[in-house]
């Protein structure tokens, strides 16, 4: 049985509101709502009076996307032991979501699907780490077998068409728009530029049949790599 805990509201949209503390009222008997705020500075005027356990947080306030982060953030700050979990209708903004975990939320629920229930509080005050509700473990699930599926493709490439680290580093340059006299002048990369354009013929061999090989030039190279998934787009960086 959970102990009973204060929560401070931050939402606000009034009719959100009203159905936020219901949620309290029927499903959270353990939970004291001591307090509610639709701005940062109502939220200021709360504290004062008491630090709750728990700060149920919504990231839009005001019509801005981004105050809730930087009130989770200064919180955090001002308040360590005090749990946040954010509560947000940002259906889309992933980007958001990780700005707010960065900024040492708890977990985040979104305002979709099954809505806020008393799991992700009890794992919040339970101690809990990075608590989500099913709206969000969907996301995760999704990109985890993106994540994973990419991989396998690449491992597979990697072996099928014998590509070794200078041959991923030479086509991740390209693709980053350097040139072979670049290339060769990285610390990473022991070859002048004859070897690479010997390197950049072989390549062509391997990644092309031969009835498409003839008039490949860097862009077409480039973009077979990463078809075959051979070079990540969402991963290019240059090595020093």
């Given amino acids: 049985m959970i102990e009973k805990f204060s929560v401070v509201i931050v939402e606000d949209a009034r009719l959100e509101l009203k159905g936020t503390e219901e949620i309290f009222r029927t499903e959270l008997p ?3 709502v001591i307090g509610v705020a639709s701005c940062e500075s109502e939220l200021d005027e709360v504290l ?3 630090v709750p356990d728990l700060l149920l947080l919504d990231l839009g306030l005001g019509g801005s996307t981004t105050v809730g982060v930087d009130i989770c953030a200064r919180m ?3 308040h360590p032991r005090m749990k946040i979990l954010v509560f947000t209708g940002e ?5 958001l979501w990780v700005d707010v975990l ?3 939320a708890d977990g985040i ?3 979709t699907g099954e809505l806020l ?4 509080i009890y794992n919040v005050m339970a101690g809990k780490r990075n608590v989500f509700n099913q709206p969000v473990l969907e996301k995760l699930v999704e990109r985890f077998r993106e994540n994973v599926n990419r991989d396998t493709a690449r491992q597979k490439s990697l072996i099928h068409y014998e590509i070794d680290r200078y041959d991923e580093c030479f086509l ?3 693709a980053l728009g350097y040139t072979k006299e670049m290339v060769a002048s990285l610390k990473t990369m022991p070859f002048g530029v004859k070897s690479l354009e010997k390197r950049q013929a072989d390549l062509i061999a391997r990644l092309f049949p031969d009835s498409e090989q003839r008039g490949i030039n860097v862009t077409r190279l480039v973009v077979r790599a990463i078809e075959l998934h051979i070079i990540d787009v969402e991963n290019l960086e240059a090595d020093e």
């Fill in 30 to 32: 353990e939970a004291d």
């Fill in 117 to 120: 229930t008393k799991y992700e």
């Fill in 48 to 50: 004062a009076r008491a």
């Fill in 109 to 111: 629920t979104l305002k």
């Fill in 76 to 78: 955090k700050k001002e």
């Fill in 91 to 95: 259906l889309l903004n992933e980007k």
């Fill in 102 to 104: 960065d900024a040492g």
């Fill in 172 to 174: 991740r340059h390209l």
